[in-house]
């Protein structure tokens, strides 16, 4: 049985009426690097905000390690450490000072060694007697990364942990996440990117509109991305279908109007129902991929920043 670290259940919150965060449920596992998917506005913060209770819930509960987290507040924070939004720093102190005086604040005892140890994790070992004020913006996150490691959590709980870090600084977050997840710490990082995503995660939420759409292990998500959603338009989209249908039974489709039709096909499939309908003397006049699944809403919905990731949505 897999040890669940975290586990969110039925998760809301309300302001003035409108649920920004509606229902939510998932649980990570001990060791498992997750993610929560959504575009700008989804609720991603505000879950993690009330998941380290920063902010009440309206409804819903929240168990580390087996034990729900009210009423047992400073021993479960003890289990969790947590970047939400910027991390806050002293800027005339060096990163080592400013660790220094964190730990020193902690619950848990913190020997000096751990300071250099998590130090050497985030790769900041060189630039830990400098002042922060003169850190880059990925020195920082990396800073707030060291720090919520400190005190050794089962939990580790990022807020776009990638925000502001550069290729290399992205992929070393990467590299450390998956060492930290193989010592057995749990990750839930949020993330409005879905490339991003699926080479950090084992697995992720998407998190639209407050509400949780989707959750799966990236290996599912890439194996149902071999059918896309296609539509054509045509003299006459009934008829086509009729032939789709004699030379392709049991395919799924969509008729939208007269002369569109939407089918689920695997990318070569588009060539050979092309070439089909014109064989049986049928006009096509366009062709255009569209975001219907989950995983193409998903990406229609995240990737609109992403080069080279863009869903065509062609107007017909
Ligand atoms: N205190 C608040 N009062 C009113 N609305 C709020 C409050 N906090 C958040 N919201 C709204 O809730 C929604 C979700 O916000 P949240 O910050 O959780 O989104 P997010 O997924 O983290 O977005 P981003 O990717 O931009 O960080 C937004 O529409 C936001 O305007
Ligand atoms: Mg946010």
Redesign the pocket.
Known sequence: MPQTTLEVKSLTKA?HGKK?VDDVSFGVQKGEIFGLL??????????IRMIVSLINRTQGEVIVNGSSLDGQYKEMMSEIGAIVENPEFYKYMSGYKNLLHYARMSVKKIPRERIDEVARLVKLEGAMNQKVKTYSLGMRQRLGVAQALLHSPSLLILD?PTNGLDPQGIRELRDYLRQLADGGVSVLV?S?LLSEMQLMCDRFAI?EK?KLIHISSMKESLAEEDLMNVAFEVSDAKAAAEVIESSRPGTEMEILDDTHFTIRIEREGINLVNRLLIQNDMDVYGIGRVAATLEDRFLEITSRSEEGKKIDLINL
């Open positions: 302001i920004i959504g575009p700008n506005g989804a609720g991603k913060t505000t879950i776009e949020s409005h998190i407050g």
